[in-house]
């Protein structure tokens, strides 16, 4: 429920807790990782953890990411804008091991190969406790095309949508296999049936990546091949979603997947066609409303539903909830639930806590007490 007391973070065992903060991984999501880490890295509290960053570089190599060690020695102001994945390799397991003290992973590694469960079933299996949703939570919610069948299956309203294969759109024999694909090459039928299903314009996006890397807004036939063509170069999966006139509505969720509590809602209006990718992480120029100017019934209606679909995703710890708000329609839509939100200076999640009451700083300790408490409760279970 939105309105479950807060709790107090709890890091149990004696000294500082070791933090492991995971940054970078094999995703198009890469370089939005390394800063969202600078941010975090600068935030946490240097006398209650032992913050050690490691880096995942693109090609999957484990690094001690000496610049950002030294930098942090120096003070958070010394940090880079963004770090660098370099410095000596690490074998995974083993830099996670619990030397002395507790140790909590804090990953922020945005996108496939690290938001996707498969970094945490790394984790659950090296018994080490980390910030944020399980495996299961995790892959539901990064691939897109399973999280609107969950959203189906749980009665949650959202706009009209298809998801394809690269194999329906270009056939079982496409002998280049993932890479490159040329629109004009899309089998005629499959864009045929999409024009007839849905409406323009209309969103074609990789089902799974984030961060609105490989998404187009289409508007006609030819730029819905582009878009298909180009989300085809991010994932073998896309997912087209009907257009819609509706504000974009963002909820910030943290606890534990039955007792969740929602911050504010908050607003955002693109300074672009659509909130892009230069709008989140570059010029910044899209208007951020926080808290977001609803009427108080919708206020309170977004953050109960921001809840409901926080514990039917299996969300753990933390996660942004993001509705599209049709006024004078269907109401709140659900669009998407992203369990490693940015935390970068314009990012939606820490404003919306830090809005709510909680600054940043606490936030990272309530989101390593969460961590903490949840590996405690599956550990006493198995």
């Known amino acids: 429920m939105a309105t479950t007391p807060e709790r107090t973070s709890s890091t149990s065992g004696p000294g500082r807790v070791r933090l492991v903060v995971l940054f970078g991984g094999q995703s198009a999501e890469h370089d939005v990782s390394r800063v969202t880490a600078r ?20 090609s999957g190599e484990w690094v001690r990411a000496e610049a950002a060690i030294e930098a942090l020695a120096a003070g958070a102001d010394a940090l880079p804008e963004s770090l660098a994945v370099e410095g000596p390799s690490l074998d995974p397991l083993p830099a996670l091991e619990q030397a002395s003290g507790p140790v909590v992973v804090l990953p922020l590694l945005h996108g496939p190969m690290g938001e996707d469960g498969t970094v945490q079933g790394l984790l659950e299996v090296a018994g080490v406790p980390y910030v944020g949703s399980g495996v299961l939570g995790s892959a539901m919610s990064m691939d897109k095309i399973a999280a609107k069948q969950i959203a189906d299956a749980n009665g949650f309203a959202q706009t009209a949508w298809r998801g394809l294969h690269r194999d329906d759109l270009l056939g079982p024999l496409d002998a280049d296999g993932p890479g490159t694909v040329d629109a004009a090459t899309l089998d005629d039928a499959a864009v045929a049936a999409l024009i007839d299903a849905l409406r323009f314009p209309m969103f074609v996006k990789p089902a799974n990546m984030g961060s609105s890397i490989g998404v187009s807004k289409v508007r006609d036939a030819a730029e819905l091949r582009t878009g298909l063509a180009v989300a085809l170069d991010h994932d073998e999966w896309v997912v087209v979603e009907e257009g819609v006139v509706a504000r974009e509505i963002e909820v910030a969720v943290l606890g534990h997947t039955t007792s969740p509590r929602a911050s504010v809602p908050g607003e955002i209006v693109p300074g672009a066609d659509f909130y892009d990718y230069d709008d989140k992480y570059a010029d910044g120029t899209a208007d951020l409303r926080v808290p977001a100017p609803l009427p108080a019934d919708v206020t309170e209606e977004v953050r109960e539903l921001a809840c409901r679909v926080f514990r039917a995703y299996r969300a753990e710890g933390m996660a942004r909830v993001d509705f599209l708000y049709e006024e004078g329609g269907r109401g709140l839509l659900l669009n998407e639930l992203n369990t490693i939100p940015g935390f970068t200076p314009i990012s939606m999640y820490p404003m919306l806590w830090q809005a709510s009451g909680l600054p940043y700083r606490a936030l990272i300790d309530e989101l390593v007490g969460l961590a903490v408490e949840r590996h405690d409760r599956v550990q006493r279970r198995r």
């Open 39 to 58: 941010h975090v890295l600068a935030a946490a509290d240097p006398e209650r953890y032992d913050i050690v960053p490691v880096g995942i570089t693109r």
